[in-house]
């Protein structure tokens, strides 16, 4: 089985402040023994690095590089990987946006759900309810 896994629980597991910190901790730790093929799209890495080095967001933002460290160290698990998009990206992207209406902040939800779709992915670990929007992805979070 493989799955994707979205932005927030990496925001929730780098920001100590978070109530979600440890759980979100946990998961990761979970996820970083295997063996399942887990998805980090480059939209989730980019916006990783955005957000957890944003002085406005995080109460004590990451410095660029201990974020950067952080995907590094995801990055070098043997099961994780992070496809870029392919031929079939813009036919898989435009099929998911008019699906959900995608428009504003449901757009890089769409992309990364044609980036699953293009790379046979149907789970994502998330805890943002927008996914729910797209037909045939299965939600799955880790905090409830």
């Not at 590089?65 to 590094?72: P, R, V």
């Amino acid at each position: 089985m493989s799955f994707a896994l979205d932005v927030n629980l990496l925001l929730y597991a780098s920001d100590a402040s978070s109530p979600f910190h440890e759980p979100a901790r946990a998961f990761l730790v979970r996820l970083s023994q295997g063996p399942e093929i887990a998805y980090v799209f480059w939209p989730v890495i980019s916006g990783y690095l955005r957000i957890a080095t944003h002085p406005a967001v995080f109460e004590r933002p990451l410095t660029p590089d201990e974020a950067m460290a952080n995907i590094d160290g995801l990055l070098s698990l043997p099961h994780v990987q992070a496809p870029g998009e392919g031929e079939r990206f813009w036919p898989r992207f435009r099929e998911v946006a008019e699906e959900a209406g995608a428009r504003g902040n449901l757009v890089p939800d769409a992309h990364v759900v044609a980036l699953m779709r293009e790379n046979g992915v149907r789970t994502i670990w998330t805890h943002d309810r927008d996914y729910r929007r797209f037909e045939g992805t299965e939600v799955r979070d880790p905090l409830e």
